[in-house]
């Protein structure tokens, strides 16, 4: 049974960093691509960056520049190294791992940036 367990979250003050780690428990096989996304109080789930296998990235033009999603594919952790924090970043944040018969979903960790 694969899980998938978020940490690195917290509160922090605007213009600070935070590093969100996320790993896999379980096999995972024929794994497409991993990713971070995450929810605002009152809003629909967004995509913040991807990252596939082979080392490929792709970020929200909210967060390009700030946000840096890496992989460590032996260990099945995912990470988003998060600088200058706004406090429109505050939100939870939930990591996943997209195969090709299915998606996994951690249950989120919370980012709160205070002004």
């Known amino acids: 049974q694969v899980q998938l367990v978020e940490s690195g979250g917290g509160l922090v003050q605007a213009g600070g960093s935070l590093r969100l780690s996320c790993a896999a428990s379980?096999?995972?096989?024929?794994?497409?691509?991993m990713g971070w996304y995450r929810q605002a109080p009152g809003k629909q789930r967004e995509l913040v960056a991807t990252?596939?296998?082979?080392?490929?990235?792709n970020y929200a033009d909210s967060v390009k520049g700030r946000f840096t999603i890496s992989s460590d594919n032996a260990k099945n952790t995912v990470y988003l190294q998060m600088n200058s924090l706004e406090p429109e970043d505050t939100a939870v944040y939930y990591c996943?791992?997209?195969?090709?018969?299915?998606?996994?979903w951690g249950p989120g960790t919370q980012v709160t940036v205070s002004s």
């Open positions: 996943t791992f997209q195969t090709t018969n299915r998606g996994y």
């Open positions: 990252i596939t296998v082979g080392g490929n990235t």
């Open positions: 379980g096999t995972i096989v024929l794994t497409r691509y």
